[in-house]
Nanobody
């Protein structure tokens, strides 16, 4: 069974930055993609973006230009760099390592507030 561990959440002021990390227990190249999702209170979980096996990044419109997904092959880790954070970015962020099934991490809280 795949274990996925996220880290890096916290409290940040509007306009600030955070970097989240996602480390699966198996090679990141064994997954079709590594995706970042978020769920705000009272809302459904939504896709933020993902990086596919070829290294191509995909983002939803609301985070384009602010968020960047990257990967460190040596550390077998995928990152979500979040800049220019807004209060509406507040959510629990989760990583999904997708192969033939979804492999979710435990989630990490991101709170954007002054």
């Amino acid at each position: 069974q795949v274990q996925v561990v996220e880290s890096g959440g916290g409290l940040v002021q509007p306009g600030g930055s955070l970097r989240l990390s996602c480390a699966p227990s198996r090679s990141i190249f064994s997954f079709d993609f590594m995706g970042w999702y978020r769920q705000a209170p009272g809302k459904q979980r939504e896709l933020v973006g993902y990086i596919d096996i070829h290294g191509t990044e995909h983002y939803v419109e609301v985070v384009k230009g602010r968020f960047t997904i990257s990967r460190d092959i040596a550390k077998n880790t995928v990152y979500l760099q979040m800049n220019s954070l807004r209060p509406e970015d507040t959510a629990v962020y989760s990583c999904n390592a997708r192969d033939m099934s979804d492999n979710w991490g435990q989630g990490t809280q991101v709170t954007v507030s002054s």
